[in-house]
């Protein structure tokens, strides 16, 4: 009886987050941010509108934690945001080599605390798939750091990673892959983690919502599938797709090409999800 209790409170879908990258950006002042937002208060009103952000600017530098629960406490509850890992760790020539910049990159992001979301390690398009550099890599990758929980997801941008290997490694470790429309990049759906985190990368300006309307129905259909456990057979796959699975999480976040257009998409897809 009690299996069955547990198996009815099980959730149908997860929760599903649409944003886009950052908060800091000119062209949406007027357009995104009411005319005359000073930019101070950026973050307070987009974290309104959508229900992520995904931080971009610590790829660069590692903001102290008291950057971190500041950001955290301009944010509604329920609010999350992704943190992108340092360049200095992924951009190091022996992955297995990072674990004390790990630490210390962990030491402020765990400041966000309940607003923490997925941490993303992107690889540089000239990382290929070395199989005991990757594995050392990820078992570098704690589940908990100063108690809060963690969540780790891996954009690869070489084609090497197209390999049942990774996938093989990602999986046992519990770690995302990253799904992107890029068609710079390689674009592969197959599922190795408990959350999907997808980086939605065809924007076009002419586009008042980013992407057409007929397409971002599509995304929130793939979403809603994701959510439920399933794993949408249209998308691109290295291996087979998934068998139906527990309801994940998901994110889904517009990065880049038409950028003056991303929050507004972000914001059309959250409608769409809700009423899908």
Same mark, same amino acid.
């Given at each position: 009886?009690?299996?069955?209790?547990?198996?009815?409170?099980?959730?149908?879908?997860?929760?599903?987050?649409?944003?886009? +990258?950052?908060?800091?950006?000119?062209?949406?002042?007027?357009?995104?941010?009411?005319?005359?937002?000073?930019?101070?208060?950026?973050? %307070?009103?987009?974290?309104?509108?959508?229900?992520?952000?995904?931080?971009?600017?610590?790829?660069?530098?590692?903001?102290?934690?008291?950057?971190?629960?500041?950001?955290?406490? %301009?944010?509604?509850? =329920?609010?999350?945001?992704?943190?992108?890992?340092?360049?200095?760790?992924?951009?190091?020539?022996?992955?297995?080599?990072?674990?004390?910049?790990?630490? $210390?990159?962990?030491?402020?992001?765990? !400041?966000? =605390?309940?607003?923490?979301?997925?941490?993303?390690?992107?690889?540089?398009?000239?990382?290929?798939?070395?199989?005991?550099?990757? *594995?050392?890599?990820?078992?570098?990758?704690?589940?908990?750091?100063? +108690?809060?929980?963690?969540?780790?997801?891996?954009?690869?941008?070489?084609?090497?990673?197209?390999?049942?290997?990774?996938?093989?490694?990602?999986?046992?470790?519990?770690?995302?892959?990253?799904?992107?429309?890029?068609?710079?990049?390689?674009?592969?759906?197959?599922?190795?983690?408990?959350?999907?985190?997808?980086?939605?990368? $065809?924007?076009?300006?002419?586009?008042?919502? +980013?992407?057409?309307?007929?397409?971002?129905?599509?995304?929130?259909?793939?979403?809603?599938?994701?959510?439920?456990?399933?794993?949408?057979?249209?998308?691109?796959?290295?291996?087979?797709?998934?068998?139906?699975?527990?309801?994940?999480?998901?994110?889904?976040?517009?990065?880049?090409?038409?950028?003056?257009?991303?929050?507004? !998409? *972000?914001?059309?897809?959250?409608?769409?999800?809700?009423?899908?």
């Amino acid at each position: 009886m009690a299996t069955q209790r547990a198996r009815s409170k099980a959730p149908a879908r997860g929760h599903i987050r649409t944003g886009m +990258g950052g908060w800091t950006f000119p062209p949406w002042r007027g357009v995104f941010y009411p005319e005359g937002l000073v930019q101070k208060r950026e973050l %307070e009103y987009a974290s309104r509108q959508v229900r992520a952000i995904e931080i971009n600017g610590t790829y660069y530098r590692s903001p102290e934690a008291a950057t971190y629960e500041k950001w955290a406490a %301009e944010t509604p509850e =329920g609010f999350i945001f992704s943190v992108k890992a340092p360049r200095h760790i992924v951009q190091t020539k022996a992955l297995s080599s990072t674990g004390e910049r790990i630490g $210390r990159f962990l030491d402020g992001a765990v !400041a966000l =605390g309940d607003r923490l979301g997925p941490l993303l390690w992107q690889f540089l398009p000239t990382r290929k798939f070395d199989a005991d550099d990757i *594995a050392g890599f990820l078992d570098l990758l704690p589940e908990k750091h100063a +108690g809060v929980a963690l969540r780790h997801a891996v954009e690869v941008r070489h084609d090497s990673f197209m390999d049942e290997r990774w996938l093989e490694l990602a999986r046992e470790r519990g770690v995302a892959t990253v799904f992107t429309d890029s068609p710079k990049y390689p674009s592969f759906a197959d599922l190795t983690g408990p959350f999907v985190y997808a980086r939605l990368m $065809r924007s076009v300006s002419s586009e008042t919502n +980013g992407y057409r309307a007929k397409d971002l129905a599509v995304w929130a259909e793939r979403a809603a599938i994701w959510a439920a456990g399933g794993d949408p057979p249209d998308l691109p796959h290295v291996g087979p797709a998934a068998s139906k699975a527990a309801a994940r999480d998901v994110f889904v976040y517009f990065i880049s090409a038409a950028k003056e257009r991303n929050p507004a !998409a *972000a914001v059309a897809l959250d409608k769409l999800t809700d009423s899908a």
